[in-house]
């Protein structure tokens, strides 16, 4: 018997070497410490051994577990600090590898020359008001002299919603909502987005942006001339001191006179491309002498009060001075074309 527990002593320590595996430590322990390893066996097999060497075989088998309880702590604990260093020294930093890019938000051009032209306008001396995109028929129409049969009243060109609403078709709403609320004098922007039943094309867009202007006061203050200097001299500050504008007669219901201003095609230099209608000139505001029923319908009497009013689209303005010759880029959000208006500075491109 205890030659027997010499071997079994023997042999599990042997198999307890320094580079003994997890798998080959687990085996051992249940081979001799396990329920029914050979170690438990021997302990219950006691009974068998005469009454005098109990106590000797007793004692041995127990020193012997406990030195292969002690070897299996021993070699799990190695093992468990040599995993750690190898875990340390595989996760190393290297501090040489490139960062992750975090990719940055910009602002979108249309947003960037928005700003550009309402900057140039406070300069000049206008506050800016946001009004209501989604409008009454008064507001977007009535109240700016449209005739009720007027076509741009049509479904083919409005967007109507429920509850006898209709998405604005210009930002011209912005006079009425003002000059509810506000008596004269007034110099007041309006941008915002404006609605209409185009398809999506190189020069129109069923969304895009406006900005109303306009300035009122004591009839006779404010004259087309004014009107006309303050157009030129905005052309200059958002496209450069060089651009060509022209004036011609129009019409809006909501002034008169009425006139356009056209400034020189930047896209082709005046040689004619898409996104001038091979005209040369691109259309870039309208603009008037404020209409009395317009000013009798904020309850301004005409014959005291008088004033001018433009509206200029801000896409196809922006088209001009960032050289881009189709609308459609600026509703795509495709970000290699977005990612290249970061940095718009101002003045021209
Ligand atoms: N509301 C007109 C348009 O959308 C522009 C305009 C505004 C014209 C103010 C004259 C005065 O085309």
């Not at 009122?216 to 060509?244: N, S």
Request: hydrophobic share 40%.
């Amino acid at each position: 018997m205890k030659e027997q527990l010499e071997e079994i002593r023997r042999r599990s320590l042997a198999e307890l070497a320094d580079d003994a595996s997890e798998a080959a430590i687990e085996a051992v322990r249940i081979r001799t410490l396990g329920r029914a390893g050979e170690l438990t066996e021997i302990m219950r097999g006691m009974r068998d051994v005469p009454q005098a060497e109990r106590p000797m075989l007793g004692q041995l088998v127990n020193q012997i577990k406990r030195e292969i309880e002690a070897r299996i702590e021993e070699l799990k604990s190695r093992n468990q600090q040599l995993a750690l260093d190898r875990s340390l020294s595989e996760a190393a930093l290297d501090v040489t590898l490139p960062g992750a890019k975090v990719p940055r938000g910009r602002i979108h051009p249309v947003t960037q020359i928005l700003e550009r032209m309402l900057a140039i306008l406070v300069a000049m001396g206008f506050e800016v008001e946001n009004t209501q995109d989604i409008e009454d028929d008064f507001h977007n129409f009535g109240a700016l002299n449209f005739p009720p049969n007027h076509p741009a009243r049509e479904m083919q060109d409005t967007f109507f919603v429920p509850g006898a609403m209709l998405l604005r078709t210009h930002t011209s709403n912005g006079q009425i909502r003002v000059m509810e609320r506000r008596r004269p004098p007034l110099a007041v922007v309006c941008p915002g987005k404006c609605y209409r039943r185009d398809d999506l094309s190189v020069r129109a867009s069923p969304m895009f942006t406006q900005i109303e202007g306009f300035m009122v006061d004591r009839r006779g203050r404010i004259t087309m001339a004014h009107l006309k200097g303050l157009l030129a001299e905005f052309a200059r500050a958002f496209f450069g001191p060089d651009t060509k504008v022209r004036f011609r007669a129009s019409f809006f219901p909501f002034t008169e006179p009425s006139a356009e201003l056209d400034i020189h095609c930047l896209l082709c230099a005046g040689a004619g491309c898409p996104v001038c209608k091979q005209s040369g000139w691109t259309e870039v505001l309208g603009c008037g002498m404020i209409h009395p029923n317009v000013l009798r319908a904020v309850k301004l009497d005409p014959d005291e009060y008088g004033g001018f009013a433009f509206g200029m689209g801000v896409e196809r303005t922006g088209l001009m001075a960032l050289g881009i010759d189709d609308m459609r880029l600026f509703f795509e959000n495709d970000l290699r074309f977005l990612a290249q208006f970061s940095a718009i500075s101002g003045g021209t491109r």
